[in-house]
């Protein structure tokens, strides 16, 4: 219906506008019929005035004829012959005489029919009506002429020539002419030629009806216009007139030229109405372009309004996560060191006294990462950020997520630096609860860093260091494990990472070496293999000891490619020995994997390519892993010892029985040995409860079909206790400290037993040192067997007992 009313008032101005022209164009059409039309009978009675003024002195000229003719006749005297003496006057064409009781006289033989007619028609007229004097009769239609004649009394005008002349004869002189003649000679023709019709007639003075006698058409004329002719004067008839009327022969107002106008009029109401309407569509159309525009406007602003919002929100939306993490919630570390110099600037400003900041890492986070999935991760430190806010919420601070494991405490106005260590402490103590995660609960505990700042001098930037400092320093302190700051910890860590940019040119600096502790046969004592230790002989320390630098490599990710050198270094060591010893001797070196390692996705493709390349047969290369190594990334350590397995190499658990669930790794994962390690070996002389361990794990050994070694074994006893309980193999000190490649080679070239060494008197040196800003007295037992024994010889170091501070 919508659609109907807008296509209906969409017409509706073309149809005014339609009507309005029609009517206009009528109104001018009509006024211009009617002034068209008066002018062409303007030119019309023109025209027959003028045809008018040409057949006028035609008649004149027959009146005057005829008065002549009278006149000459009144100048003959009357005699009793009328006829005789009227027979004396020379004729003429179209005249005759005639008496007064209309009887002709005298007239032409050939004329006198029409003489005879004539004077019929005057004795019809004057029986009616006499007419005494002068009179034109006509037109009268005699036979197939139409005539007009004129009479005049012959005594009308007649005067006496003499005194002697006799009576006057009584009758008339009359004069006629054909009409057919005078129309020629008015050239009335001409009025067909120039587009009119034309209709002579005569008058009757009694009826004032006209008697049409000449006519164009043959019907009468109508809406004419006409013209009297005037009659001679001396011969008019009062109240008959002859008249000529014409008319146009396609009317006043031509029907081509009115259909032309009419037509035209409807063009024009067409194009008007057409043109309104378009006009109209299109002021509709623009109407509907500015509204759709208008909406469009409308639309786009709301749009644009809701954008800005949705702008403003995602700006609050960006710099809430710009300066929050976002699973905890808690400010980030950009917000954390934006607080912690606003608080440092107060403190120039002396409106603050005192600030601490603490760094908290959660101990083996990237452990339950691994196992229990990045979700249990980010739940935990969740959990965790929930129970810390309990403990900031009492004093005025900041806490803040430092990292993936890691949160920042910043303490405003502390009192002292105990008052932090006891912050420090209560964070701690909220970790004593378990923690559920994934159906799991989990005790875990963290390690902490804290400084104290008291001028407002430092960056901000220098005091995260400091706290950051005291928290490497916890990670490897042995008992405290919230530590603060102290100045001689930047040495030590600068040391540290001057170690650190010196284990990166290491290898290329070949200042790696590997050194080779024989694997001993207990029951023979000869030497079946070698375990490959690695070392550094570092330029200005001198030789270190894999736990000075491996914790480094592992951080730096520098320990996949020093293991791979390990590896090739072992494998064409192993390659030299094979090479060299007798076919029929067998041997093994085993090598120690990291975690790290096993993340190695291309190691398997290493190994393999390198047996290929030496063609070292897999039971010549072994490889050993810890349970730290394991749960690190259970999934990807099974698919990595698997395929290594898949080599034929073998596999030994290293450190068995030491940790929390070895025998849940030997159903896991596909070993064949296993080492006993040092609590259990160093101590069974003595220990009947460890001997009885160190006998059952043998026994579980076998019966899982694992080949056992015991690893530092240091004393007599403790081999030959070994030896009884049915180890298979053994190293320690006792066989062997580690030794060169080429050494080791000789060993198992002699196929001798081993000879225990001898122990000797150790030699103790006594130096001061510095553990981790403490006094510490250093002892170091050197044994007099070579100097390599020296640079390994162990070391023992006494300072003082600081637990949790």
Same mark, same amino acid.
């Given at each position: 219906?919508?659609?109907?009313?807008?296509?209906?008032?969409?017409?509706?101005?073309?149809?005014?506008?339609?009507?309005?022209?029609?009517?206009?164009?009528?109104?001018?059409?009509?006024?211009?019929?009617?002034?068209?039309?008066?002018?062409? +009978?303007?030119?019309?009675?023109?025209?027959?005035?003028?045809?008018?003024?040409?057949?006028?002195?035609l008649l004149q000229k027959l009146a005057d004829l005829a008065e002549r003719r009278a006149a000459l006749a009144a100048a003959v005297p009357a005699q009793k012959d009328t006829l005789g003496s009227l027979g004396s006057l020379p004729a003429a064409a179209k005249t005759?005489?005639?008496?007064?009781?209309?009887?002709?006289?005298?007239?032409?033989?050939?004329?006198?029919?029409?003489?005879?007619?004539?004077?019929?028609?005057?004795?019809?007229?004057?029986?009616?009506? %006499?007419?005494?004097?002068?009179?034109?009769?006509?037109?009268?239609?005699?036979?197939?002429?139409?005539?007009?004649?004129?009479?005049?009394?012959?005594?009308?005008?007649?005067?006496? /020539?003499?005194?002697?002349?006799?009576?006057?004869?009584?009758?008339?002189?009359?004069?006629? &002419?054909?009409?057919?003649?005078?129309?020629?000679?008015? *050239?009335?023709?001409?009025?067909?030629? !120039?587009?009119?019709?034309?209709?002579?007639?005569?008058?009757?003075?009694?009826?004032?009806? /006209?008697?049409?006698?000449?006519?164009?058409?043959?019907?009468?004329?109508?809406?004419?216009?006409?013209?009297?002719? +005037?009659?001679?004067?001396?011969?008019?008839?009062?109240?008959?007139?002859?008249?000529?009327?014409?008319?146009?022969?396609?009317?006043?107002? %031509?029907?081509?030229?009115?259909?032309?106008?009419?037509?035209?009029?409807?063009?024009?109401?067409?194009?008007?109405?057409?043109?309104?309407?378009?006009?109209?569509?299109?002021?509709?159309?623009?109407?509907?372009?500015?509204?759709?525009?208008?909406?469009?406007?409308?639309?786009?602003?709301?749009?644009? &309004?809701?954008?800005?919002?949705?702008?403003?929100?995602?700006?609050?939306?960006?710099? *809430?996560?710009? @300066?929050?993490?976002? @699973?905890?919630?808690?400010?980030?570390?950009?917000?954390?060191?934006?607080?912690?110099?606003?608080?440092?600037?107060?403190?120039?400003?002396?409106?603050?006294?005192?600030?601490?900041?603490?760094?908290?890492?959660?101990?083996?986070?990237?452990?339950?990462?691994?196992?229990?999935?990045?979700?249990?991760?980010?739940?935990?430190?969740?959990?965790?950020?929930?129970?810390?806010?309990?403990?900031?919420?009492?004093?005025?601070?900041?806490?803040?997520?430092?990292?993936?494991?890691?949160?920042?405490?910043?303490?405003?106005?502390?009192?002292?630096?105990?008052?932090?260590?006891?912050?420090?402490?209560?964070?701690?103590?909220?970790?004593?609860?378990?923690?559920?995660?994934?159906?799991?609960?989990?005790?875990?505990?963290?390690?902490?860093?804290?400084?104290?700042?008291?001028?407002?001098?430092?960056?901000? #930037?220098?005091?995260?260091? #400091?706290?950051?400092?005291?928290?490497?320093?916890?990670?490897?302190?042995?008992?405290?494990?919230?530590?603060?700051?102290?100045?001689?910890?930047?040495?030590?860590?600068?040391?540290?990472?001057?170690?650190?940019?010196?284990?990166?040119?290491?290898?290329?600096?070949?200042?790696?070496?590997?050194?080779?502790?024989?694997?001993?046969?207990?029951?023979?004592?000869?030497?079946?293999?070698?375990? &490959?230790?690695?070392?550094? +002989?570092?330029?200005?320390?001198?030789?270190?000891?894999?736990?000075?630098?491996?914790?480094?490599?592992?951080? $730096?990710?520098? !320990?996949?490619?020093?293991?791979?050198?390990?590896?090739?270094?072992?494998?064409?060591?192993?390659?030299?020995?094979?090479?060299?010893?007798?076919?029929?001797?067998?041997?093994?070196?085993?090598?120690?994997?990291?975690?790290?390692?096993?993340?190695?996705?291309?190691?398997?493709?290493?190994?393999?390519?390198?047996?290929?390349?030496?063609?070292?047969?897999?039971?010549?290369?072994? @490889?050993?892993?810890?349970?730290?190594?394991?749960?690190?990334?259970?999934?990807?350590?099974?698919?990595?010892?698997?395929?290594?397995?898949?080599?034929?190499l073998q596999l030994i658990l290293d450190d068995f029985g030491t940790g929390y669930s070895s025998l849940n790794y030997l159903q896991l994962f596909p070993f064949d040995f296993v080492k006993i390690d040092r609590p259990f070996v160093n101590r069974m002389a003595s220990?009947? &409860?460890?001997?009885?361990?160190?006998?059952? !794990?043998?026994?579980?050994?076998?019966?899982?079909?694992?080949?056992?070694?015991?690893?530092?074994?240091?004393?007599?006893?403790?081999?030959?206790?070994?030896?009884?309980?049915?180890?298979?193999?053994?190293?320690?000190?006792?066989?062997?400290? %580690?030794?060169?490649?080429? $050494?080791?080679?000789?060993?198992?070239? /002699?196929?001798?037993?081993?000879?225990?060494?001898?122990?000797?008197?150790? $030699?103790?040196?006594?130096?001061p040192l510095e553990v981790d800003g403490s006094p510490t007295i250093s002892i170091r037992f050197d044994e007099p067997s070579d100097q390599l024994a020296q640079e390994t010889s162990p070391t023992v170091k006494i300072r003082p007992l600081e637990v949790d501070g």
């Open positions: 219906m919508t659609w109907i009313r807008r296509r209906q008032f969409s017409w509706a101005p073309s149809v005014a506008v339609l009507a309005v022209v029609l009517i206009a164009g009528s109104r001018m059409i009509a006024l211009s019929v009617r002034h068209d039309a008066a002018v062409a +009978r303007e030119t019309a009675a023109s025209v027959a005035n003028t045809a008018v003024g040409q057949i006028e002195p005759f005489w005639m008496t007064s009781d209309d009887n002709v006289l005298d007239s032409r033989p050939a004329e006198s029919a029409s003489a005879n007619g004539i004077a019929g028609e005057w004795r019809s007229v004057d029986s009616v009506h %006499p007419l005494p004097g002068a009179a034109v009769l006509g037109p009268m239609r005699l036979g197939s002429q139409w005539l007009i004649a004129v009479r005049f009394p012959m005594t009308a005008s007649s005067t006496a /020539s003499s005194p002697l002349a006799g009576p006057r004869l009584p009758g008339w002189s009359l004069a006629y &002419a054909d009409l057919d003649g005078l129309i020629a000679a008015s *050239h009335l023709g001409r009025l067909t030629e !120039m587009g009119y019709d034309f209709e002579l007639s005569q008058v009757e003075p009694d009826s004032s009806r /006209s008697r049409s006698f000449v006519n164009s058409r043959t019907e009468h004329l109508t809406d004419t216009v006409a013209a009297r002719i +005037r009659l001679p004067a001396a011969a008019a008839i009062p109240g008959s007139y002859l008249e000529l009327a014409i008319r146009p022969r396609d009317g006043w107002f %031509p029907a081509t030229l009115l259909a032309s106008e009419i037509g035209l009029l409807l063009f024009l109401a067409w194009l008007f109405a057409f043109g309104t309407h378009e006009l109209t569509q299109e002021v509709q159309r623009s109407r509907a372009a500015l509204v759709a525009a208008l909406q469009r406007q409308r639309t786009t602003n709301q749009r644009l &309004a809701a954008e800005m919002q949705q702008r403003l929100d995602l700006q609050e939306t960006f710099d *809430h996560a710009r @300066f929050h993490d976002a @699973f905890t919630g808690l400010p980030n570390r950009r917000y954390f060191m934006d607080q912690l110099d606003r608080a440092l600037r107060d403190l120039r400003k002396q409106r603050r006294q005192c600030l601490a900041v603490i760094i908290v890492d959660i101990v083996r986070f990237k452990i339950i990462n691994d196992i229990l999935g990045h979700t249990a991760g980010d739940e935990l430190m969740v959990q965790a950020a929930h129970r810390f806010e309990k403990i900031t919420s009492a004093f005025e601070g900041v806490l803040a997520r430092w990292g993936g494991d890691q949160f920042a405490v910043l303490i405003l106005d502390i009192a002292s630096r105990e008052a932090a260590m006891n912050v420090a402490g209560s964070l701690k103590e909220e970790l004593r609860s378990p923690f559920d995660l994934r159906r799991h609960r989990l005790v875990v505990s963290a390690t902490m860093g804290v400084t104290w700042v008291e001028s407002g001098q430092q960056r901000a #930037e220098d005091i995260v260091r #400091e706290a950051d400092i005291a928290l490497s320093a916890a990670k490897q302190h042995e008992t405290a494990k919230i530590l603060g700051y102290a100045p001689n910890m930047a040495g030590q860590a600068a040391n540290l990472v001057s170690l650190e940019a010196d284990l990166h040119v290491a290898r290329e600096r070949h200042e790696l070496q590997l050194l080779f502790q024989p694997i001993v046969n207990l029951q023979t004592y000869k030497m079946v293999g070698a375990e &490959a230790l690695l070392r550094w +002989r570092h330029p200005l320390e001198g030789v270190l000891a894999p736990d000075r630098f491996l914790g480094v490599a592992e951080e $730096t990710g520098l !320990m996949v490619p020093i293991t791979r050198w390990i590896i090739l270094r072992a494998v064409r060591v192993a390659e030299d020995w094979r090479r060299r010893l007798p076919a029929s001797q067998p041997f093994f070196i085993s090598v120690n994997l990291s975690p790290a390692a096993l993340r190695d996705p291309g190691l398997s493709q290493y190994v393999a390519s390198l047996l290929r390349e030496t063609q070292l047969p897999p039971a010549s290369l072994k @490889f050993e892993l810890t349970e730290a190594a394991l749960i690190n990334n259970v999934g990807a350590a099974r698919e990595t010892l698997d395929q290594l397995h898949g080599l034929g220990d009947q &409860a460890n001997t009885g361990m160190t006998a059952a !794990m043998l026994q579980m050994a076998g019966s899982l079909n694992l080949t056992a070694i015991a690893e530092i074994i240091e004393t007599e006893e403790a081999a030959q206790a070994l030896q009884a309980m049915g180890c298979d193999y053994g190293q320690g000190y006792y066989f062997s400290e %580690p030794i060169e490649a080429e $050494t080791a080679l000789q060993l198992l070239r /002699s196929d001798q037993p081993f000879q225990p060494r001898q122990e000797t008197s150790p $030699t103790v040196k006594i130096r």
